[in-house]
């Protein structure tokens, strides 16, 4: 059996008043790509966040890599990509190379001082996301795809095992879009780190994914892609209350 790097037992969650998740049972192995879909509000931040522990679930329980998340030491094995990341305007005094030595902050430790090979390790991460010539350019310069390229690489330079994405594709050109899917999906399969990828591109990432998890406050399907593939569309609609795009 692959070995688990995220297990939620009966998770529940709520903030003050709106309960947003219940129940939620979750097992994420070694390996997979998984796509997390739901509609807005349906609770895919939060539960998220609780895989990064910033916040803690109500009931339940979650383990990381095999460790009750309240003790997990290894944060560094999870990195995570916020959709609103990309987001730099032309006048933002960074460098691309600045901005990935900065995710080295993750690995060392904030007040460490770097690796002395950081500038590898830096060139490293650009270059499994495409952006090794953009190392000098200014971050506000580049185009939303290429910032977020920066971000993964970013993400990367900490050498995690598991890679959260939430909705990495949200100021992409849509002529882009593929080719971002295709270097997840090298990142994936060549370099073996684990994927949980929000996303609403359902049809366009189909091809790449092993899973497919559907969150409504409860997880109405968690299972391999072709599993999915499986499942009516009207049965789809019902979980969401509404038409949502099935993966073809
Ligand atoms: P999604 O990421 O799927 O859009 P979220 O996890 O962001 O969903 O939100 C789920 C629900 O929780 C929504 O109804 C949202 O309004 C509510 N919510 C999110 N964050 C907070 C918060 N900090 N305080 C109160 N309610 C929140």
Redesign the pocket.
Known sequence: MKKPLIEMKNVSFQ??Y?Q?LKNISLRVEEGDFLALL??????????LKLILGLLKPMTGEIELFGENANHFKHREWIGYVSQKSNAFNSGFPATVQEVVKSGLAKKTGLFKSLPKNADELVYHALADVGMESFAKRNIGQLSGGQQQRVFIARALVAQPKLLILDEPTVGIDHENVQAFYDMLAHLNVQHQITMILVTHDVDIVSDRISHVACLNQTIHFHGYKNDFDTISQEQIDAWYGHSVRKIH
């Open positions: 903030y003050e709106t947003v739901g509609q807005n509000g349906s609770g895919k931040s939060t539960l």
